[in-house]
């Protein structure tokens, strides 16, 4: 007879070091999460567990992320609990369940997912017991989930953005279904903590502070797919941050679509900044990164704090997205050219060593030649560390994609092209401005092409390779920048800081 532990009357510290093995599976699940959820692992874990003797082997998983990094790190939760459940996790698709997280910010992303499906399909035929589920903001949109059930019927589970947290409880359910399941929510208002990760590196993370977004720029999917924004209290991140340095992480990235209108929403009102702050008395933590920040709710405190702080990166992602005032206002983006430009201005004045990157829209319906003009003109101006340019992409249900005079592709790639080119020049210029110095670098890994070198990155997010070996991953180190290579640097290691 199975021992009986009764989730719903332990407390979620105490719920990481229960023996899952030991839950008694066969009573009713408890109805208060994650305690629920843990309940469904030791259910699945069971099943896993089944089916791997009855294979005579262990059981491969493969997860495939599409898209931002919300999404990787919402795939480092799905790991968390396969890996709980039994899975060995392997990056290779010819697994016994397969998982794409998907993305649908631009078409061609969901594009990627149709043509890659067929391959699934095709190791599925030869493997009757593999798994397929889709999860992430591509199954937010009802037409991408009514051609999965239509044309790709091989595919066994299908969940949102929202329920991610409910994972084990859907493995469950697809292991004991014969057809598709199918469960997206419209919306939640639920953060459910204590839920066990599989981080992709030792040393360093990603937090969620907020999920979802209320800016609703025109042009983007983003607040349909994710829903509206959400903040985690601080008590909860710093609790978070707390346990990944006890386990060795010395660098966190805060990510949300955008942290600085962190804690609105929030009883207890607190400002991105004042959050920050609260992150760098963590002791032992050494970096602190974000991602993303609105121009239009960039506060001076959050530059003070970025000023006076030892912790956070000399890196500021700042999205412009147009840089002609008129299209900026199509785009709902709620400032001006004139305003972006004072506000960079403002932050190099008081943190002249920050780098600066951005993402722009080419091809927003009504964009002519001369608002391309307008963008350049505000590229040569900041002088971007580095710039992601993207052609706009319809999507079906926002503003924009009803907007009249969209704009020909030839145009659009005439204009695409100018801007790039003015965005390479001009992050050439920024690059190399380093050399001669010594910086901190954080190892990542060994260099993929010459395995005598390490590669580490700076504060600023610029990469360097210098020579050293595996036992330096995740150590900050002194490297001496000596020579430029276009985007990264050559190093040596600096021996007498070190
Ligand atoms: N088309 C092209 N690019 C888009 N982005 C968001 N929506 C679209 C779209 N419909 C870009 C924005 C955003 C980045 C993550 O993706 O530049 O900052
Ligand atoms: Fe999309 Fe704008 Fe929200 Fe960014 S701020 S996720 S571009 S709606």
Redesign the pocket.
Known sequence: MDSYINLNHISTEELKHVDLNGVNVNCNPPDVEPQRQYYFMAKCRHIVKSESERLGRPLYACIQVFG?QMNARDSEKLAGILREVGYELTENEDADFVIYNTCT??DNANQRVYGRLGHLNSLKKKKKHMKIALCGCMMQEPSAVEKIKQSYRFVDLIFGTHNIYKFAELLVTMFESDRMVVDIWQETDQIVESLPVERKYPFKSGINIMFGCNNFCS????PYVRGRERSRRPEEIIHEIEMLVSEGVVEVMLLGQNVNSYGRNLEESITFAQLLRQVEQIEGLKRIRFM?SHPKDLSDELIQVMKESKKICRHLHL?L?SGSTRILKAMNRRYTKEQYLVLVEKIRKEIPDLAITT???VGFPGEAPCDVDETIDVVRKVKYDNA?T??????TG?P?ATMENQVPEAVVKEGFDRLLKVVQDTARERAGLLEGKTMDALVEEVNEQDASLVTGRLSNNTMVHFKGDASLIGQIVPVYLKECHGFYYLGEKDEKTF
Request: charged fraction near 20%; proline fraction near 5%.
């Open positions: 931002c910010v631009r042009y983007c999917i983003v993303t999205p997205q993402d722009i829209i992601f993207f052609i706009y992409s319809k999507r926002t924009a």
